[in-house]
Structures are given as structure tokens and as C-alpha cells.
């Protein structure tokens, strides 16, 4: 069963920095590229970022481009975002997703705020 957990959510200052984790199970992650994406209410959902499935190659788009930095540890399954530089405008809640043929899979996610 895929599952996809994520952590480290919280408040923070604009200007600050968080880093957020998912821990992946029930597939091969070795094999499988993931992606972050967020929601912020009244708003479409959005991709953040994207890395292969070796960590060698990232994608971003130009709203967090620069700030924000995705990694991967294949040896623990798990899949990390960087976010520095943050502005209110990046508060929303953060989902972790991996594509299949048949279908996304996503977890639950995770608030993060950003707020003086």
C-alpha cells in the first residue's frame, strides 16, 4: 500500500526558513520521481517542485525558484523540501505526490504559515 507522510509544517516569520519531509512507503522509491505541491485556500493547487528519481535532476517554478530546494535520501525513503526566503504568499498546505500509470498518490499534508 502507498502511503506518503508529511512533516514539519509549522508557523514562521516572513524571511524565515522551514524544511519539510515525506516519508515514503509501499512502492520502489528508488525507482520513482516525486514532487511537492501546495494549496492555499480559495487558490488552484500548484506544483512546487519536482526531483528524478536519482536526485539529479530538480524543477521549479518561478514563484519559489531560487528560495526553495528539493532533495532525496533514497536509503531512508524519504524526500525533503527546503524552503527559505519564505513570504506570506507561500502560506498553504504542502502535499507530497508520486505518479503511477494508474493513478497519484498523496499524503496528507502538511499547514505551513508564514505570518508576522
Known amino acids: 500500500q502507498v502511503q ?8 514562521v516569520q516572513p524571511g524565515g ?3 519539510l519531509s515525506c516519508a515514503a512507503s509501499g512502492f520502489t522509491f528508488s525507482s520513482r520521481a516525486m514532487r511537492w505541491y501546495r494549496q492555499a485556500p480559495g487558490k488552484e493547487r500548484e506544483l512546487v517542485a519536482v526531483i528524478s528519481s ?3 535532476g530538480t524543477n ?3 514563484s519559489v525558484k531560487g528560495r ?5 535520501d533514497n536509503d531512508k525513503n524519504t524526500v525533503y523540501l527546503q524552503m527559505n526566503s519564505l513570504k ?7 502535499y507530497c ?5 494508474f493513478r497519484d ?4 499534508g502538511t499547514q505551513v504559515t508564514v505570518s508576522s
Do not use: C, H, M
Not at 506518503?4 to 508557523?11: A, T, W
Not at 526553495?68 to 532525496?72: K, V
Open 54 to 56: 536519482t536526485g539529479v
Open 97 to 101: 505526490n508520486v505518479v503511477f500509470v
Open 60 to 62: 521549479y517554478p518561478d
Open 4 to 11: 506518503l507522510v508529511e512533516s514539519g509544517g509549522g508557523l
Open 88 to 94: 506570506p504568499e507561500d502560506t498553504a498546505v504542502y
Open 68 to 72: 526553495f530546494t528539493i532533495s532525496r
Open 17 to 19: 526558513s522551514l524544511r
Open 105 to 108: 498518490y498523496w499524503g496528507q
